[in-house]
C-alpha cells in the first residue's frame, strides 16, 4: 500500500534571511516528522520531503503562509515506506550548484514550454513554427543511464558545472533550432535556460516541471526507461511508481 507522500518544489526567490528560514523550515518539518532533504540560500528554496499525507498538507500550508513561497510548484509521488533516513535542512550557497553569479533566476524565470506542448511538438517532429526541435538532457551521465527522452542529446557530464562547457563544445547542433532543456524536477533547467540566453540562443526553454512533471501530464510518451530520484526509491517509472519497492531498512 503506498501511504507515504512524497514531495519535491523548488522556488528561486531572493533570500535575505536564509538563517531565520531554514530555523523555520526545520521546525515544521519536525513538527510533522518528516524527513527527506531541504537547501535554503540566497537564491530561494530546494525541498526533497516524504511522510504522511496530512503532515505533507499541514507543511506545505505552513510554507505558503510565507508570501515568498505562495503557490510554489509541487511535485507529488507516492511510496510504501519513506525513502530518506533523515531530516536535513542545510544552506548553502546555491540551491543548485552552478557557479555562475551573473544569472539571476530569482529575479526572472527562464521561459518555458509546458509538458503538453512539448509532447504536441514531439508527435509533429517541429515546433509550432515548423523549426527542427533538439531535447537537451542537462543531468549527469549516472542519471541519464536509467532513462531519457527519445533522441534527447546527452553530454555524458559527472556535475551540473560542467554543462556551459560541454554546451559550447556542440553548438552546432543547437544553433537555429529549437531547444528544449529539462532535468527531474526542472531547477537546473532554470539556471541552463538562462545561460543559454546570455550565450545568444533565441529559442530555448525549459520544460516546466522537468521530467516528473511531465510524467504527471503526458505519462511516457516519447521517454524510455525511468527518471533518477535522490533517494531510495532510486528511480521512478513514467506512472511515478518506484524502482524499489521495499529498501528492506
Known amino acids: 500500500m503506498s501511504d507515504i507522500q512524497n514531495i519535491a518544489a523548488y522556488r528561486f ?46 507543511f506545505l500550508t505552513d510554507l505558503q503562509a510565507d508570501a515568498r513561497f505562495a503557490g510554489i510548484e509541487v511535485k507529488c509521488s507516492r511510496s510504501a515506506f519513506v525513502p ?34 512539448l509532447a504536441r511538438w514531439l508527435d509533429q517532429g517541429h515546433d509550432d513554427d515548423g523549426r527542427e526541435l533538439v531535447l537537451l538532457d542537462t543531468r ?26 560541454a554546451i559550447a563544445a556542440r553548438r552546432a547542433e543547437l544553433d537555429g533550432k529549437t531547444v528544449v532543456s529539462f532535468c527531474t524536477g526542472g531547477i537546473r533547467c532554470e539556471k541552463s535556460v538562462l545561460r543559454m540566453q546570455a550565450e545568444g540562443y533565441d529559442r530555448c526553454y525549459q520544460l516546466e516541471g522537468g521530467i516528473l512533471g511531465y510524467f504527471e501530464k503526458m505519462g511516457g510518451a516519447h521517454y524510455d526507461g525511468r527518471c533518477f530520484v535522490f533517494d531510495d526509491r532510486i528511480a521512478l517509472d513514467p506512472q511515478l511508481q518506484p524502482l524499489v519497492a521495499d529498501p528492506g531498512f
Open 13 to 58: 526567490v531572493r533570500l535575505d534571511d536564509v538563517d531565520a528560514v531554514a530555523a523555520r523550515i526545520k521546525d515544521l518539518c519536525q513538527e510533522q516528522n518528516l524527513l527527506g532533504t531541504v537547501l535554503v540560500s540566497p537564491e530561494g528554496i530546494n525541498v526533497f520531503l516524504a511522510g504522511a499525507e496530512a503532515g505533507i498538507a499541514a
Open 84 to 117: 530518506f533516513r533523515r531530516l536535513r535542512v542545510k544552506r548553502k550557497a546555491e540551491i543548485i550548484t552552478y557557479r555562475d553569479p551573473s544569472l539571476r533566476p530569482d529575479a526572472g524565470r527562464a521561459p518555458s514550454v509546458a509538458p503538453e506542448t
Open 140 to 165: 549527469n551521465a549516472e542519471e541519464v543511464e536509467y532513462g531519457s527522452f527519445r533522441g534527447a542529446l546527452d553530454f555524458g557530464i559527472t556535475r551540473f558545472t560542467d554543462l556551459p562547457q
